[in-house]
C-alpha cells in the first residue's frame, strides 16, 4: 500500500497520515516532519531548509527529493508507506515515480484533501502539534485530552514557526502555483481519490478509509 497525500497546507494531511498509517501498519512520513527535526537538532539539512520554511517557500528539489528516496528504502517501507508533504513538485511526482518503477512499483492512492483557503487560514491559528511523534490538535476543532499535551506520547504540544497568519498565505500561494499540479498528475496515472476536508475529521477519515478499501 503505496500512499500519497496530497492537499493544501492545513488540508489535514499529516492529521489523516497519522490514522492511514495506523489502519495500515505502515509508515508515516512527513518531510515537513523531518525538516523540522533536522531544525531542532541544528543540522546542516535543517540550517538549509529553515531559510526556505520561514519564507513559506519550497526546499529545493535538490535538497528533498535525495532525503525522501532514501527514506522509503529503509526496512519498514517493505510493506508501503503513506507520504504527507511530498511530492509536492512536478519533478518530485516524475523522481518518485521513477524510482519506485526500478522496484517494479508505483503508487497505489493519490488521497486530495480539499479544503477552500478561507477555511484554511481559519483553522490554522489553532493548531498545535507534537515535536517529538507529530501528532497534530486543534485548539476547538480537535483538542487533546489534556489542555497542550500530546494524548500519544505525553509531551507538550507547540505552535509551529511558520503557522503565522502572513506565512500561511505564502504557504497558500506556494500551494496553488507549484504543489496543486500535482491532482492532475495523479489523475492521469488513475489512482487519485478526492475528498471533502471540510467535514469533521473522524468523517475525512471515513471518506478515505472506504475509499482505499
Ligand atoms: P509541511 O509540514 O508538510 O506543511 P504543509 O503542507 O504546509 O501542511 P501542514 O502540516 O501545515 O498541514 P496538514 O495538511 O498536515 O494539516 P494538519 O493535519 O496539520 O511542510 C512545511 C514546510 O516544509 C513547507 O512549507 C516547505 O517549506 C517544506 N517542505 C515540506 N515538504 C516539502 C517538499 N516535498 N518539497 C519542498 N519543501 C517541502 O491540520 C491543520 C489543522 O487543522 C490542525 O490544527 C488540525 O487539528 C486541524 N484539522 C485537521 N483536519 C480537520 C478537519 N477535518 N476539521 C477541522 N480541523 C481540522
Ligand atoms: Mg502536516
Same mark, same amino acid.
Given at each position: 500500500?503505496?500512499?500519497?497525500?496530497? %492537499?493544501?497546507? *492545513?488540508?489535514?494531511?499529516?492529521?489523516?497520515?497519522?490514522? /492511514?498509517?495506523?489502519? #495500515? *501498519?505502515?509508515?508515516?512520513?512527513? &518531510?515537513?516532519? /523531518? #525538516?523540522?527535526?533536522?531544525?531542532?537538532?541544528? &543540522?546542516e539539512l535543517?540550517m538549509k531548509a529553515?531559510?526556505?520554511?520561514?519564507?513559506?517557500?519550497?526546499?529545493?528539489?535538490?535538497i528533498?527529493? %535525495?532525503?525522501?528516496?532514501?527514506?522509503?528504502?529503509?526496512?519498514?517501507?517493505?510493506?508501503? #508507506?503513506?507520504?504527507?508533504?511530498?511530492?509536492?513538485? /512536478?519533478?518530485?511526482?516524475?523522481?518518485?515515480?521513477?524510482?519506485?518503477?526500478?522496484?517494479?512499483?508505483? /503508487?497505489?492512492?493519490?488521497?486530495?484533501?480539499?479544503?477552500?483557503?478561507?477555511?484554511?487560514?481559519?483553522?490554522?491559528?489553532?493548531?498545535?502539534?507534537?515535536?517529538?511523534?507529530?501528532? &497534530?490538535?486543534?485548539?476547538?476543532?480537535?483538542?487533546?485530552?489534556?489542555? =497542550?499535551?500530546?494524548?500519544?506520547? %505525553?509531551?507538550? +504540544?507547540?505552535?509551529?514557526?511558520?503557522?503565522?497568519?502572513?506565512?500561511?498565505? !505564502?504557504? +497558500?500561494?506556494?500551494?496553488?502555483?507549484?504543489?496543486?499540479? +500535482?491532482?492532475? #498528475?495523479?489523475?492521469? !496515472? %488513475?489512482?487519485?481519490? !478526492?475528498?471533502? =476536508? &471540510?467535514?469533521?475529521?473522524?468523517?475525512?477519515?471515513?471518506?478515505?478509509? =472506504?475509499?482505499?478499501?
Amino acid at each position: 500500500m503505496k500512499i500519497v497525500m496530497l %492537499g493544501a497546507p *492545513g488540508a489535514g494531511k499529516g492529521t489523516q497520515a497519522v490514522n /492511514i498509517a495506523k489502519e #495500515f *501498519g505502515i509508515p508515516h512520513i512527513s &518531510t515537513g516532519d /523531518i #525538516f523540522r527535526a533536522n531544525i531542532k537538532n541544528q &543540522t546542516e539539512l535543517g540550517m538549509k531548509a529553515k531559510s526556505y520554511m520561514d519564507k513559506g517557500a519550497l526546499v529545493p528539489d535538490d535538497i528533498t527529493i %535525495g532525503m525522501l528516496l532514501d527514506r522509503i528504502v529503509d526496512n519498514d517501507c517493505k510493506n508501503g #508507506f503513506v507520504l504527507d508533504g511530498f511530492p509536492r513538485t /512536478i519533478p518530485q511526482a516524475e523522481s518518485l515515480k521513477a524510482a519506485l518503477s526500478l522496484q517494479d512499483a508505483r /503508487i497505489d492512492h493519490a488521497i486530495d484533501i480539499e479544503v477552500p483557503d478561507e477555511v484554511i487560514t481559519k483553522r490554522m491559528g489553532g493548531r498545535r502539534s507534537c515535536p517529538k511523534c507529530g501528532g &497534530t490538535y486543534h485548539i476547538a476543532f480537535n483538542p487533546p485530552k489534556k489542555e =497542550g499535551i500530546c494524548d500519544n506520547c %505525553g509531551t507538550e +504540544l507547540v505552535q509551529r514557526a511558520d503557522d503565522k497568519p502572513e506565512t500561511v498565505l !505564502e504557504r +497558500l500561494k506556494t500551494y496553488h502555483d507549484q504543489t496543486q499540479p +500535482l491532482i492532475d #498528475f495523479y489523475r492521469n !496515472e %488513475g489512482v487519485l481519490t !478526492e475528498v471533502d =476536508g &471540510t467535514k469533521k475529521p473522524d468523517e475525512v477519515l471515513a471518506d478515505i478509509l =472506504g475509499a482505499l478499501r
